[in-house]
């Protein structure tokens, strides 16, 4: 099956400056491929190339398995959605969702069609009449999407969308333009900086940074089995040591980090004596009231309970250990330490198999 976009090797020169390097990436019919990575890391400037408003230094950009290099933005088949969504006030909705109907010269009566359609799929039916300024922040970015969706776009670009949102409004509209993605069955290449958008809509997600890919994948396998220093960082909360590996047993390690806390972590190509750099996520490390409790775990520690950060069920706590080293650990949903104190002592374990390992720098 052709593929709705292909980029092959990117490049784009700014002077000195290399934004993008050599990147490369497919996106199969009907997906939502997502781009995540901090600002300035070039993922914006991979979507301006697709859209026509920037010409790569080198590389190609295939639409449908044909080169859109030589295509000019308002002839690609291609729309975006900004973060501002630049909506015509003096427009009624209908005609903001028409308009670039209008500019293909389409007759009134199809156009009319067209636009009722598309406010039946986006959820606000009826609405056409009224103007922009009576939408809540979410219709609006519906009507901006259904703007876009009456052209028929191959591929829908969409940049930083819900940056604008409120919190509240931001959750629901993830859920939101999943379903809308799935109702026009459209291919979404959408980017941005905030994980948890990446995490719940995409089917794929490319980890940006510093111009290149760190990892192409699912949600889940950037999320339990990353395989850079940087993925494991970024994506979701981990505690992270540096340290130095005592030994080697195929992919089991014993290290000891740099405070000097001896460890069971798991790692593939590393030596006796490296540097390394250890990852292991909250929600990995459990707490028990006794030492008994933690028989299993290959790493075990006393510590002091230094800080509670209480939000509900991502309640978590900080955890000082005899070393000197604070650990994050998620408190268990069953509530059995919902009278947890600071200043309370616990035991805490995890096994080798939650301590991700990578060669430092």
């Avoid at 509530?335 to 616990?346: H, I, K, N, P, T």
């Amino acid at each position: 099956m052709t593929p709705d976009l292909e980029c092959v090797d990117l490049v784009k020169r700014f002077g000195d400056t290399t934004a993008v390097n050599n990147v490369s990436f497919t996106v199969p019919p009907g997906s939502f491929f997502s781009i995540l990575g901090p600002s300035g890391c070039g993922k914006t400037t991979i979507m301006r190339m697709i859209a026509g408003f920037l010409d790569p230094t080198s590389g190609d950009i295939r639409i449908k398995g044909g080169s859109v290099l030589d295509t000019p933005p308002n002839k690609r088949p291609v729309n975006m959605v900004f973060q501002h969504l630049a909506l015509f006030p003096m427009m009624t909705i209908a005609e903001n969702i028409g308009y670039g109907l209008r500019r293909r010269g389409m007759p009134k009566a199809e156009i009319a069609r067209k636009v009722d359609e598309a406010l039946d799929r986006i959820g606000l039916p009826g609405i056409g009449a009224r103007k922009t300024d009576e939408l809540s922040g979410g219709q609006k970015q519906r009507v901006a999407i259904a703007r876009c969706m009456v052209l028929e776009p191959d591929v829908l670009l969409l940049d930083e969308p819900l940056g604008a949102l409120d919190l509240k409004l931001r959750e629901h509209m993830k859920v939101e333009l999943k379903a809308l993605q799935a109702a026009f069955d459209t291919t979404f290449v959408y980017i941005t900086h905030d994980q948890s958008e990446a995490l719940v809509m995409s089917d794929q997600i490319a980890v940006m940074s510093n111009g290149q890919f760190e990892q192409v994948g699912r949600g889940q396998d950037l999320y339990y089995r990353p395989e850079t220093p940087f993925v494991a960082g970024f994506i979701g909360e981990s505690n992270r040591w540096k340290g130095r590996i005592e030994r080697v047993e195929g992919d089991a390690l014993q290290l000891r980090t740099d405070s000097g806390l001896a460890m069971r972590a798991t790692g593939a190509g590393l030596v006796q004596g490296a540097r390394a750099e250890i990852f292991v996520r909250p929600e990995s490390i459990r707490l028990a009231a006794s030492a008994d409790a933690l028989s299993g775990f290959d790493n075990q520690l006393t510590g002091t309970v230094t800080s509670l950060l209480f939000n509900g069920a991502a309640s978590r706590v900080l955890v000082q250990d005899d070393v000197g080293e604070t650990l994050e650990v998620t408190l268990p949903q069953s509530g059995e330490f919902s009278s947890l104190q600071r200043g309370d002592a616990v035991h805490i374990g995890w096994g080798a198999g939650q301590a991700t390992c990578f060669g430092a720098a």
